[in-house]
């Protein structure tokens, strides 16, 4: 006769009543469902209520709108994009246009942040005068007003295209944007691009290595003659075998305006501008903060291992404070992504202006296009937030914390 | 944000309320004892405030004429500036009573809003303005140019069709508010400003040097412009259908404000009519037996208002055209009141 031995009692109806019902036990289970089952009815009912409410009232509802035609144009598009295109695209037309003004502002604003804190924080009393100056001016303003004057100050200090400014002949600045040559794929470009992939991965390998080396075996490798020969060596390479991978096609001032070559818009650039220098004052202090909030005796201690100034915040000061830094951080990057919804102020064609702007007023569906706004908002904001958890706790992590 | 609370006060009241047709939209303004109206947030000669905050213009009279038949006091009207991209939100969350904001009737908009066009108190198209500087005398010259332009208007997809169609390109640039599009115009963004004629000439008032711009002599679409009320509440349907109706047909009779009294006086069956004195239209448009004459009193006839505010006797000083009435080869007609 064997003996076997006694399974646990089934640790899953347990957990539950302990999470949902907490002391409470099973009643608190039920209460909970019911709760759930209440909500549940409540949010059917002002669903299922709009519905016909809006259907006696015949105004158009459901989310058919996003077939038709939109019959619109939008003056900066990442992805091809004509009038005759649906209204769902121009909600992706707009999504990738606040997407990269969000995205190119936050490395602006980050840098900027980083640059003007270290200046506050500096013994040199002039630098930092200066960027204690630049925080409280910048974040004492309102940003509509930033917006606005980034954008008539860029739009008034340029000239016409008629009178552009060129650089050497193949950039041009006037106010309606700086035009530069645009790249087209040639014979060359895929095996130039394989190349140059094969050089990012293969320095990425080689970093791993030098790091390991460092870490576990107190080895120091020299490893960038290699990084820059692989990054720069390897593209060359397949430039010179297969051909060049692009060529240049040059604008050209035609009419009122250039045709050829890529443009970027002033509406971008203004934009783009208020959006990060006024987060960066935020960020400024946020840093700031967080630089303080390591003890000084961490700076005496990098010194007296004859680290320099530079080195000690780089090394030991930066990292620690980062702990600090990223949850706020991750407030301003999100702010930012939201305050990107003012460009219709200037005509930068975002999300909010061309979805929730023209494509709402010329469909008449407030209640859907609202609501993928807000949506589709959240859900950048969380996406945004999730990234910046795992760098943090990453960085907790690093630090045996 | 504003846009944002609009939609939200929306969906509330479409999943909220039982019966959201209201169909008491008079009592409703009477219990008020105001008229809320949707204007625009200034457009010289249609709806703009003055330095005092009081508002001015064609779409405002509308209004006026409205609260003049309903209270018989041209001061009972609350006017609430809308965007073009807010203006049918605010009417279908029930914030404004009606809206006369040079809104340009069309079949989506009459069918797909939850809304009817009661009339059309302005005949419009569109055109082009251009400074004087680029010597351009048509739009078909207009080639690759930049385009300043509201968004939420009609104006952005005629511009779209009307550049596909002579195959032209062409760079839009979207504003949120008319004040916006000008400025950027002004500020040299754009060669071109674009929107119904009348508001050219209306902005063209607000621009530092109007005499360096002119409009060009296109008119690329047709932009009958007029005021809008809820679906479901016929009888406010009728009453701002016919405030109007009554405004050109006093014109048609002569009928003005300096004389309205002495007219009411005459023993000229059609005046008795249309003045009261005989039979009960006002009465049964929920309104009083002189309801034309309070009309009259308080704005004028159609052609006092358009003069007033459009015509000759204003800064814009626009010709009748296609807005003279039937009989002196313009387009306003009134059913008649019988």
Known sequence: MSTEARKPPPQIALKIRRILGGKAGWNGVAV??????????????????????????????????????????????????????????????????????????????TLIGFIVALCRLSPNWLLSRVGEIYVELIRNLPLLFQILFWYLAVLAALPNPRQSISLFGIAFISNRGLVVPSPIGERGLEPFLAMLALGIVAALVLRFYARRALFQEGRMIRIWPYVL?????????????????????????????????????????????????????????????????????????????????????????????????????????????????????????????????????????AIEIIAMTMGIYLLISLLTSAVMSVYGWRVSRSLGA | ?????????????????????????????????????????????????????????????????????????????????????????????GEIDVLSRN??????????????????????????????????????????????????????????????????????????????????YEAGRCDVFTTDQSGLYANRLKIANPNDHMVLPEIISKEPLGPMVRHGDDQWFDIVKWT?????????????????????????PELKRVLGADGNFGEQLGLTKDWVVRIVKTVGNYGEVFDRNVGAGSPLAINRGLNNLWNKGGLQYAPPIR
Not at chain 1, 59 to 83: E, H, K, M, P
Not at chain 1, 289 to 311: F, P
């Open chain 2, 103 to 184: 809104t340009t009737w069309t079949i989506s908009r009459d069918t797909s809003l939850g809304a009817n066009f009661t009339g059309v108190t302005y005949y419009d198209g569109q055109g082009f303005m251009v400074k004087k500087s680029l010597k351009v005398n048509s739009a078909l010259e207009l080639n690759s140019a930049s385009v300043c332009v509201q968004t939420g208007t009609t104006t952005e997809q005629n511009l779209a069709d009307y550049f596909k169609a002579n195959n032209m390109k062409y760079e839009v640039i979207a504003f949120g508010t008319n004040d916006e599009t000008v400025k950027a």
């Open chain 2, 1 to 93: 944000m504003k846009r944002v609370t609009l939609a939200l006060t929306l969906a509330l009241a479409a999943g909220l309320s039982a019966q959201a047709a209201d169909a008491q939209t008079l009592k409703t303004v009477k219990d008020r004892g105001m008229l809320s109206c949707g204007v625009s947030q200034g457009l010289p000669g249609f709806s703009s405030p003055d330095d005092k905050g009081n508002w001015t213009g064609l779409d405002v009279d509308v209004c006026r004429a409205i609260a003049g038949a309903i209270f018989n006091d041209a001061t009972k009207v609350k006017f609430v500036p809308l965007s073009a991209k807010d203006r049918f939100t605010a009417l279908q969350s």
């Open chain 1, 229 to 365: 020969g692989l990054l720069f060596g390897l593209p060359l390479a397949a430039m010179l075998v297969f051909g060049l991978p692009f060529t240049f096609e040059l604008p050209q001032l035609k009419g009122f305006n250039f045709a050829g070559g890529a443009r970027i818009i002033p509406e971008f650039v203004a934009l783009t501008l208020a959006l990060s220098t006024y987060t960066a004052a935020f960020i400024a202090e946020i840093v700031r903060a967080g630089i303080l909030s390591v003890h000084s005796g961490q700076m005496e201690a990098g010194a007296s291992l004859g680290l320099s100034r530079g080195a000690t915040l780089r090394l030991i000061v930066v990292p620690q404070a980062m702990r600090v830094i990223v949850p706020p951080l991750t407030n301003q990057y999100l702010n930012l992504t939201k305050n990107s919804s003012l460009a219709v102020a200037i005509g930068y064609p975002d999300l909010v202006s061309v979805f929730a702007g023209t494509s709402l007023s010329q469909t008449g569906q």
């Open chain 2, 244 to 268: 109007l109706f009554a405004m050109i047909t006093a014109e048609e009779l002569g009928v003005t404000s300096k004389n309205v009294d002495e007219k009411a006086k005459l023993e000229n």
């Open chain 1, 32 to 109: 909970q469902f019911a709760f759930a089952a209440i909500l549940g009815w409540i949010s059917y009912e002002i669903v299922s209520n709009a519905r016909a409410n809006l259907e006696n009232q015949h105004i158009a509802a459901g989310f058919g709108f996003l077939r038709n035609n939109a019959g619109f144009d939008v003056n900066q598009t990442l992805i091809s994009y004509t009038g005759s295109d649906t209204f769902l695209r121009v909600f992706v037309v707009g999504l990738l246009n606040t997407l990269v003004v969000s995205v190119v502002g936050i490395v602006f604003a």
